[in-house]
Nanobody, 120 residues
Framework: QVQLVESGGGLVQAGESLRLSCAAS????????MGWYRQAPGKQRESVAI???????HYADSVKGRFTISRDNAKNTVYLQMNSLKPEDTAVYYC??????????????WGQGTLVTVSS
């Protein structure tokens, strides 16, 4: 199958930056979209940023201008550069990928999550 492994979370102060990484491995034929979601305590999981195989991106309004998503297709890796972090960005961040393990057979996979804590 496919595994997504995230890294880069941690504790920072408001205004600082963090970079998250997520590497996909396993039986990968091709990857369509990759993205980052987050879930704060007591809230539903929400989409943060998505990038497709052509590099087209979509961001949640709350992170536009502060976060940048990118991907390295050769490494099956997606990144999330988070600048000007705010306490309300505190959440567990999950990597998501739409992966084909064989031609035209796509499934959605999730990482285990990485905690980002922003102190005021």
């Amino acid at each position: 199958q496919v595994q997504l492994v995230e890294s880069g979370g941690g504790l920072v102060q408001a205004g600082e930056s963090l970079r998250l990484s997520c590497a996909a491995s396993g039986s990968i034929y091709t990857i369509a979209t990759m993205g980052w979601y987050r879930q704060a305590p007591g809230k539903q999981r929400e989409s943060v940023a998505i990038i497709n195989s052509n590099g087209n991106t979509h961001y949640a309004d709350s992170v536009k201008g502060r976060f940048t998503i990118s991907r390295d297709n050769a490494k099956n890796t997606v990144y999330l550069q988070m600048n000007s972090l705010k306490p309300e960005d505190t959440a567990v961040y999950y990597c998501n990928a739409r992966v084909a393990t064989m031609p035209a057979k796509f499934s959605t996979f999730w990482g285990q999550g990485t905690l980002v804590t922003v102190s005021s």
